[in-house]
């Protein structure tokens, strides 16, 4: 029912930005609060930020705060996280998802997922 649809993913230097999107459709029940994770090989998918409908508020993981920001558009279609002063620790795999209640960066919560973007970030 809930279909996402990650776009953007691409390879950029250190301290350089990019911009992602997540383009989603379905029941608004379902999709009342978005996240991103991203995973690269060998390592635990982590909670990147969270955003749900109807709040100003969002939350992101550790590593990122200050650097990247999470927003969806007033169309209530699309999922975007901009991303600033990357990192070579910031490349990895990026997923949005969709979960009907709660604020988490925790993958078990969520109920929806997107195939992934890619990022890479060197030199």
């Known amino acids: 029912q809930v279909e996402l649809a990650e776009n953007g993913g691409d390879s950029v230097q250190p301290g350089g930005s990019l911009r992602i999107s997540c383009t989603f459709s379905?029941?608004?029940?379902?999709?009342?609060?978005l996240a991103w994770f991203r995973q690269s090989p060998g390592m635990e998918r982590e909670g990147v930020a969270t955003?749900?409908?109807?709040?100003?508020?969002?939350y992101y993981g550790d590593s990122v705060v200050g650097r990247f920001t999470v927003s969806r558009d007033s169309a209530d279609t699309t999922l975007w996280l901009q991303m600033n002063s990357l990192k070579a620790e910031d490349s990895a795999m990026y997923y949005c998802?969709?979960?009907?209640?709660?604020?988490?960066?925790?993958?078990?919560?969520?109920?929806?997922w997107g195939q992934g973007t890619q990022v890479t970030v060197s030199s």
């Open positions: 955003i749900c409908r109807g709040s100003t508020h969002a």
């Open positions: 998802a969709a979960n009907p209640r709660l604020y988490s960066l925790r993958p078990g919560d969520y109920h929806f």
């Open positions: 379905g029941d608004t029940a379902s999709t009342k609060c």
